[in-house]
Every structure is written in C-alpha cells, then in structure tokens.
C-alpha cells in the first residue's frame, strides 16, 4: 500500500533529486513535471568548461539525481518507470521518471531514502574503523546493479599509483590558471549567500596527511577557509574506483546512478565517501590508469571510503529555482 499519492511522491523526488551529489556542488539539473512525469534535463550553463568538456561529470552528477528520483519514488510506495535519454533531438533530456505499479519499499530502501539529505562528502582523513568486507561485497553488488562496477583497490602498490596519479593531476591543475580559476568560481565563500558551490564548511583547513597521499581540491585558494579537522584520524580508507565498460553518455549517467546507489548505502552504514577525480579531468592520467590497473575498462569515480565523525556541510538551490 502506498502512503503517499502518485502527486505527493513525485514532489518528495523532486525535493529529494536537489540533494544528489555533483561535481563542485554545480547542480547541473533542471525538472519539468507534465502530470505525473518527471523530465529530468542537463543544464549544460552548469557544465565544467575547463575540467569537464566532454560533459562526462555532469551527467554523473545528473545519474546521481535520477537514482536519488528513484529511491525517493520506491520510498513513498510506487516503483519507478524511468526512461534513460529518451529522445535522441534532445541530448540534454536526461531521464523521464515517474511513479509505477504501487510497491512495499524494502528496509534497505528505507534506510538509502533516510540517508539522502544526510550523506555528506568528505574530504579529510578517516579513522582507523573499518569498513567491513561484507559491506564491500554489497556496494560492488549494487554498482553492478546499475550497470557499472566498483572495483575496490586492496593492493597496496595499486592504492599508491592511484594516489600518485591524483598528486601528479592535482599539481598541473593547480599550476593552471584556468583550471584554479574554475575551482575559485565554485568555492562558495563564508556566509556569502549562493546556494550553490563547496561551502567553506565543507573541507578543513589543513587536513593530516594520509599515507599513502591524496590530496584535495584547493577550494579554499590563499584564504584561511575551512573547518578544523579531526587531528586523530589519519587513515586514506579503502580506497575504490567507479568503471563502466564502455564511455559514452549512457555509461556516464549509469556511472552516476550506481554512484549514488552506493553512496547512500555505505552512508546508511555510517561510511562516508571521499572524492578525487582530478585525474580523470586529464586525458593521458585517465587511460594510463584504464590501461594499466583496470584492465581496459573506464574509470568514472575515484574514492575513498572510510568511518568519519566530523560534520560537514553544504548547500542546496531552492526547487523553485530548478523547476523549468
Ligand atoms: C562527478 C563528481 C566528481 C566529484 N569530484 C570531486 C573531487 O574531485 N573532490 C571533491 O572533494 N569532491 C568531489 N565531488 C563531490 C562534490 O563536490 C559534492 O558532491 C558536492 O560539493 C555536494 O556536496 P555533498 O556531496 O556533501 O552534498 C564530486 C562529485 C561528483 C558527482
């Protein structure tokens, strides 16, 4: 039995879709509701000109609200009927989604639903708690669900190239004007009043060193922004890679829906993720990783997963500024 109608549960999609996860917080999306049909559309004016010029972050991002629609949809008792780029003249139609047969949504379900205003990124060190093997296997599960794959890295020799990778991609990024000038423009100052971008609580100020050693973005660029952090946790985590088989604009919102599958199941386990993709913005780091740890297939999302206690924060647009 549904709790809720077939109206009421595409307004908790909506409401729900805004939370999703996207690269520098951009919110690459826009909705358009036609009865009980959700278009869910890329707003390319959002799109990174620098670091994403295929588009590739922004429809992962865009994947990662679509699943979010999904999850919100089997929450409030009606199983989604979802059709991925439905309309070849119009490439930036992401997904139509709307409410199905009714369905009982699964505890796991309702766990996922109760974690997607909450799930925050991370983007410190984690403590020494681990994250167990059988959660691994679940979230390698549900990524394959979506058609993607989530390929944990245990190799110790295998984490440090990974992380060599991203010191190597965040040091020429960070000597590019361009590129530092696309990180400025999504930084969102303290208390300044946008709801969009990587708020200044979002990151610490200077974060302990893990070894090996990932680096972060530099949103805070010369300013004395950013949290104090957690001085006692020191750990990188586990440390995983999001692939598809192949690489075009299907794999890449497949990428973002199994993205967000497993990040709101890991977050309803209490693990938090931490995101470095500064090598996947580079051409040549990319397919050198591809070719020479993933035996071919793409890398889509690199990250660390870990146990964190430290709060974080961030923004979200208001629905009435997505709804077109
Ligand atoms: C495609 C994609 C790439 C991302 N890359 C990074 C990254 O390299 N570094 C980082 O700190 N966060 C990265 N993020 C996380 C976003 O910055 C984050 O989702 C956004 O700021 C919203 O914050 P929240 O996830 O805490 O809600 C990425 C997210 C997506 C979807």
Redesign the pocket.
Known sequence: MSILTERQAVEAALDAAR???????TQPWSFAVKGDEIALRADVDRQLRVEDVPG??LL??CG?ALYTMRTALRCAGFEPVVRVLPDPDRPSLVATVRPGAPAEPDELTLLMGGEIER???H?AAFTDLTVPDRLLDALALGAMGEGARLAVVGEPTAVEVIAALTRAAQGVQAQDRRFTLEVIRWARPPAAGRSD??PAG??PRTAPRTDPFFP??D?AWRHDWGTEPDRSATSAGVVAVLTTARDGRGDWIAA?QA?QRVLLHASAHDVSA?????ALEMHHLREFLRHELLSGEFP???MRLGITFEE?E?V?RPLSDLLG
Do not use: C, D
Request: hydrophobic share 35%; aromatic share 12%.
């Open positions: 939370w999703a996860p996207s690269v520098h917080n590739r972050e992962i991002s990662a799930r925050r990124t983007r971008g990587v979002a990151y972060q973005r949103y973002g993205l931490a995101f470095h993709t500064q889509q999302m690199i974080k961030s979200r």
